[in-house]
């Protein structure tokens, strides 16, 4: 059980025995104010400096106030500044489903918890991904909501115009029972589902082994849909302009603390503090625009009622242990496949569909805002239909 956090609670949380999620188990990321405890959000010092929570994180008293029952916290990248899932100070929790490899991160712990035959689901953050990788990597349901659908008050910042809380399953039925719970009802979609199309951009993008299996998994679950490009804009530079944009946020919420703390940063996060604090008003001014015209492009190009279909992850989870230079290469592929849902504000769904290498690969749905529901009752028509 390396993918719990040193100061995870010894003793299971609940509130109420009834409810939708009565009886559930489930383990939480590292990030979010727990009644009696402290955060670390990744990272040893910040949890020395971290004053122990008054209540639960608002999305938390929804779960246990809805039955469920918290059994522990998980390790997380830290300061949530990676997709990878190594965490110089805490360790590199298993994934089982690809043993030897990386679980994919920020949410890496909540996700490799899932490998084991534990619990029932975990709760995670996604910003850049870090719900939606890991659960390509570790062969789980995986959903980045719309931006502003699940009350994030109680989690630690990093980029609050991208932060999201999302959340890992393995069985439908639970999946579907999470969302019940924590999506805000007032803004549900009204538009009606139309039709699946291939985002055809998003999967020149993946290995060539990945775009094969999901040809044959197309040509068996949704034969003869159509192809789009979700924008003409290069996927690297859609993924450059998040990164400018996130970097910033970061250097307004995490940046200030550590200058005053000065904790003990692994390298590769530390580079990337770096970046980030050297980020200018100018680039940040150009990259919301940016942002701006992407938004209405893939409004013209996914419309309300369609739902795009593509590999979550160019490639299966990289074995551990890996160089900097490795590592990197590795997240700029990836982030030019999650950026769009981030930089758009809309829901995306990780499914475990695919192999690559003998491991898992997810495919992804990434609707339009609001549609969250819709996604989550779609997923049969994927994994049974």
């Given at each position: 059980m390396n993918f719990l956090m040193p100061h995870s609670p010894k003793q299971e949380i609940s509130i109420n025995k009834n409810g939708v999620l009565n009886n559930l188990s489930f383990v939480l990321k590292d990030m979010?104010?727990?009644?009696?405890?402290?955060?670390?959000?990744?990272?040893?010092d910040f949890y020395v400096k971290c004053s122990i929570a008054e209540d639960h994180a608002p999305f938390l008293n929804e779960l246990l106030n809805n039955g469920a029952v918290l059994k522990g916290i998980t390790i997380c990248d830290e300061f949530f500044y990676s997709l990878i899932g190594e965490n110089g100070h805490?360790?590199?929790?298993?994934?089982?489903?690809?043993?030897?490899?990386?679980?994919?991160?920020s949410s890496s712990g909540s996700a490799a918890a899932l490998t084991e035959n534990l619990y029932d689901f975990s709760i995670g953050s996604d910003t850049g991904g870090s719900v939606?990788?890991?659960?390509?990597?570790?062969?789980?349901?995986?959903?980045r909501p719309t931006h502003d659908r699940i009350n994030t008050n109680g989690v630690y910042p990093m980029a609050p115009s991208f932060d999201t809380v999302g959340w890992f399953a393995k069985k439908i039925e639970v999946f579907q029972k999470i969302g019940d719970v924590l999506l805000n009802n007032n803004e549900t979609s009204k538009a009606n589902f139309k039709k699946y199309v291939i985002a055809e951009d998003l999967l020149e993008i993946a290995e060539t082994e990945?775009?094969?299996?999901?040809?044959?998994?197309?040509?068996?679950?949704?034969?003869?849909?159509?192809?789009?490009?979700?924008?003409?804009?290069?996927?690297?530079?859609?993924?450059?302009?998040?990164?400018?944009?996130?970097g910033n946020e970061v250097k307004e919420n995490v940046l200030p603390w550590i200058t005053k703390n000065k904790p003990t940063i692994s390298p590769e996060i530390n580079a990337r503090i770096e970046m980030a604090s050297k980020i200018t008003n100018d680039e940040v001014k150009l990259a919301k625009t940016f942002r701006n015209k992407l938004v209405k492009e893939v409004e013209n190009s996914l419309p309300e009622g369609v739902i795009a279909i593509f590999p979550t992850a160019p490639f299966s989870a990289p074995v551990c242990g890996q160089d900097d230079a490795s590592?990197?290469?590795?997240?700029?592929?990836?982030?030019?496949?999650?950026?769009?849902a981030g930089m758009t504000y809309r829901p995306q769904i990780s499914l475990p569909c695919l192999k690559n290498k003998n491991r898992p690969v997810g495919i992804s749905l990434l609707g339009w805002k609001y549609s969250d529901e819709i996604l989550l009752k779609k997923i049969t028509d994927i994994i049974e239909g």
């Open positions: 979010c104010k727990i009644k009696g405890l402290k955060t670390s959000c990744g990272n040893p805490y360790g590199t929790p298993n994934n089982l489903n690809a043993p030897g490899c990386v679980p994919g991160g939606r990788i890991p659960a390509s990597f570790c062969g789980l349901m995986g959903i990945v775009q094969n299996e999901f040809k044959k998994f197309i040509d068996l679950k949704l034969p003869g849909i159509s192809k789009v490009r979700l924008s003409t804009l290069t996927k690297s530079e859609i993924a450059d302009n998040f990164r400018i944009l996130q590592l990197g290469s590795y997240r700029k592929k990836l982030m030019e496949m999650t950026s769009i």
